[in-house]
């Protein structure tokens, strides 16, 4: 009985918490900026460049997340390491390819930061517009 109780109380404590739970505090970011807004319709691979700041508590923030709808419908979703395991706050600056062969109209793409636990942060969002033609800036 004493055996049954010890084991009892041990899977008690093993089972205490869940398996997918992360741990620590996820980065924050903020004041995503981007150029150009506007880009030309069926003319390729483009880049939308941009930047962000982010804040990370803990030090270690590994990977930053883009996720768009390419054409508005196809799901896309890319990460890019970063290096900056040890630092507190800062800029991250980046180039995103994008394919403008998509029918004119407003798309928007979205920023995320991972840290080396999983935690994701707030999101942030850019909205860009592909025109028909260049006039129409």
Same mark, same amino acid.
């Given at each position: ?6 084991f009892?109380? $041990?899977? #008690?404590?093993? +089972?205490?918490? &869940?398996? @997918?739970?992360?741990?620590g505090?996820?980065?924050?970011? !903020? ?7 506007? $880009?030309? #319709?069926?003319? +390729?691979?483009? &880049?939308? @460049? ?8 803990? !030090? ?28 507190l706050?800062?800029?991250?600056d ?34 860009f ?9």
């Amino acid at each position: 009985m004493k055996r049954l109780i010890i084991f009892l109380l $041990l899977l #008690a404590l093993v +089972g205490c918490g &869940e398996e @997918n739970e992360k741990e620590g505090i996820a980065p924050y970011i !903020a004041g995503l900026g981007y150029w150009p807004d506007q $880009l030309v #319709a069926n003319r +390729g691979t483009k &880049e939308i @460049n941009g930047w962000f700041w982010f804040s990370d508590p803990e !030090a270690d923030f590994e990977k930053y997340r883009i996720s768009s709808l390419v054409c508005g419908h196809i799901p896309f979703q890319q990460d890019f390491p970063v290096f900056f395991l040890g630092t507190l706050a800062g800029r991250v600056d980046f180039t995103w390819m994008i394919d403008s062969n998509c029918p004119p109209g407003n798309y928007t793409l979205s920023v995320t930061a991972l840290d080396s636990n999983g935690n994701e942060s707030n999101p942030l969002i850019a909205s860009f517009r592909f025109k028909s033609s260049w006039w129409e800036w």
